[in-house]
């Protein structure tokens, strides 16, 4: 098993930055492709963005395209979320999720219904 601990959310006025971590332990070795994906009231959980095993492919919605950069570093385990610009309507519970599943060092995916593991989700709320 894979936990995985999100942390970094919080409140923040447009335009400004946060930075999420998503910090995996117990078997890590098995937290392949990880992604962010989120949550707003009223709405379906949706892809955000996605980074490979190796950390150097990634996607992204368009919707956060040139304003946040996801990154991962391997040796601490941990995935990272850094959000630019914020908007309001990228207010929502953000989560980290791992695919359990080695296709190779240069896949991602961004289906939701292809991870394994999910953490509790951290809330971020942007004001305008």
């Known amino acids: 098993q894979v936990q995985l601990v999100e942390s970094g959310g919080g409140l923040v006025q447009a335009g400004g930055s946060l930075r999420l971590s998503c910090a995996a332990s117990?078997?890590?070795?098995?937290?392949?492709?990880m992604g962010w994906f989120r949550q707003a009231p009223g709405k379906e959980r949706e892809f955000v963005a996605a980074?490979?095993?190796?950390?150097?492919?990634?996607e992204y919605a368009d919707s956060v395209k040139g304003r946040f950069t996801i990154s991962r570093d391997n040796a601490k385990n941990t995935v990272y979320l850094q959000m630019n610009s914020l908007k309001p309507e990228d207010t929502a519970v953000y989560y980290c999720?791992?695919?359990?599943?080695?296709?190779?060092?240069?896949?991602?995916?961004?289906?939701?219904?292809?991870?394994?593991?999910w953490g509790q989700g951290t809330q971020v709320t942007v004001s305008s």
């Open positions: 117990g078997r890590t070795f098995s937290t392949n492709a």
């Open positions: 999720a791992a695919d359990r599943n080695f296709y190779g060092a240069s896949y991602y995916d961004t289906r939701a219904d292809e991870y394994d593991y």
């Open positions: 980074v490979s095993w190796s950390g150097k492919s990634t």
